[in-house]
């Protein structure tokens, strides 16, 4: 026999023996985590379940709050409590208006902030991570899965509103606090328009959210962390001393989709909206990738 007993096999070193035995056994990066497994896990979970009941019963919570309030004296200008009577359109404006600065950015907190922190506070992080799963593919997974739960969850609120008020109040016009009407089915359009403005302007809180949730095994601190910064964003877009300044705060645009409720359309605010969404998501987002590629994930 050519070989010694004992002596070790010679190997190429151009070949990866892990890629090579993965290889062997069917294993395709690109086939891990499918978004279908990930979409039915995250469905079945009772956040889930909670934040689409809650989105889909505040139309109808604030239908009965409308029902049982006594009347008001009238007065001299019309409010968003009294337009919203008028018909299921002013209806669903309100109940845009009444949520989008804080129920919303929770919703969108909730499914981007507890995807990944959850599953290390579950100790099934790592798990996943040896199947093994790339980081950088489970994080799109992830990501992917809850930009759709959320964008689903906030165009849920809009046509529940626009059911649950047009058989309150009918179908009459959409009547702005300008002044200006659009008719129902114009209206509708504008308001479901309106909600997709506002998933795109929640973009920062989703990365933000995935940010924190790759840097923390709470699920509860990377949720609330986002939200906290919403509410202090909010509270300084209030201070008009700040002047210009407020127009690089993330929620300085959270409102500019009121102006689709217009006859003629200033797309101005809006545009300007997006930009700064979607320049604050590109950084949070290249922050949770780079985070997650060199954590140890020990849980």
């Known amino acids: 026999m050519s070989a010694d007993v004992g002596t070790e096999p010679e190997y190429d070193d151009d070949v990866e023996l892990d890629e090579f035995d993965l290889d062997d056994v069917g294993y395709r990066p690109w086939r891990t985590l499918p978004l279908r497994v990930e979409l039915v896990r995250q469905l079945k979970r009772r956040r889930t379940q909670v934040a689409f009941a809650l989105v889909a019963l505040l139309p109808v919570i604030l239908w009965i709050a409308f029902t049982v309030a006594p ?26 208006f009444a949520s989008a600065s804080f129920l919303l950015v929770v919703v969108v907190a909730l499914f981007f902030g ?8 579950w100790s099934s992080l790592r798990y996943l991570l040896a199947a093994p799963i790339p980081r950088a593919r489970l994080l799109r997974q992830k990501a992917i899965v809850s930009a759709a739960l959320a964008l689903a969850a906030l165009l849920v609120l809009p046509v529940m509103a626009l059911l649950v008020g047009g058989l309150a109040y009918g179908t009459g016009d959409v009547v702005s606090p300008t002044g200006e009407s659009l008719s129902f089915w114009t209206g509708a359009g504008r308001i479901l328009l309106g909600a997709v403005y506002l998933a795109v302007h929640l973009s920062w809180v989703a990365a933000l959210a995935m940010l924190l949730s790759v840097s923390t095994d709470a699920p509860l601190g990377a949720v609330g962390g986002a939200v906290m910064v919403s509410i202090v964003s909010q509270i300084l877009n209030q201070i008009t001393a700040l002047e210009d ?54 849980s």
């Not at 507890?114 to 506070?121: F, G, I, L, N, P």
């Open 245 to 298: 300044l407020r127009d690089y705060l993330p929620t300085r645009f959270a409102t500019a989709w009121s102006d689709l409720l217009a006859d003629q359309i200033d797309w101005g605010n809006m545009t300007r909206g997006v930009f700064s969404a979607v320049t604050y998501a590109a950084v949070f987002g290249s922050l949770a990738i780079w985070r997650f590629r060199r954590k140890d994930v020990t």
């Open 71 to 96: 009347s008001s004296p009238p007065s001299g200008s019309l409010n968003l409590v009294d337009l919203a009577k008028i018909s299921g359109g002013n209806f669903a404006v309100f109940a845009l």
């Open 114 to 121: 507890d995807t990944v922190a959850a599953e290390a506070s």
